[in-house]
């Protein structure tokens, strides 16, 4: 065990050592807790997870990741690019519509931010249409931009008494 802390490079790992070498010498899980900076339950978490897989529970490559996913990454590839095609095609995407979706896929409600966090994964941005009234005429638009007066016409003199 002193041979892995002293050529370990790695600091979570080191920190995972020294906990269970600490432990090993009969120090209390609080005094291991203080002298490492983690927490008491992260002391037992790890001597739970080396008396249940040895020194491979001291490599930190198991930490991280998407423990609570609610689709793989080849999954999540495959959702989305069914509303990219729909989008390319002119639909408008809404994210109401893939919460809609994804929920009817997985069995159960998901949460808006789910679909957001998924979206800025895949490099999504949000792209509004500018809103335009139902009965516009875009031809008595500009015919009114034609011979309509400024709304804000500029005096002919000096803007203010102060000037000379």
Known sequence: MDELLATEPRPRER??????????????????AEVIGRSVDTVYRHKREFLARGEDALSAESWGGRRSAVLTEGEEVEFVAGFE??????????????????SERI??????????????RHGWRKVVP??????????????????????SPRPAGPTSARCA
């Open 15 to 32: 920190e995972r050592v020294m906990c269970i070498r600490l432990l090993a010498k009969g120090r209390s899980a609080p005094d291991v």
């Open 85 to 102: 095609r729909a989008a390319r095609d002119g639909e408008l995407v809404t994210a109401e519509a893939m919460i809609e979706a994804l």
């Open 107 to 120: 069995g159960r409600r998901v949460d808006s931010s789910t679909i957001y966090r998924m979206l800025a």
């Open 130 to 151: 500018r809103p335009r009234h139902p009965d516009a005429d875009p031809a008595r638009q500009e015919a009114f931009k034609e011979t309509s007066r400024s709304w």
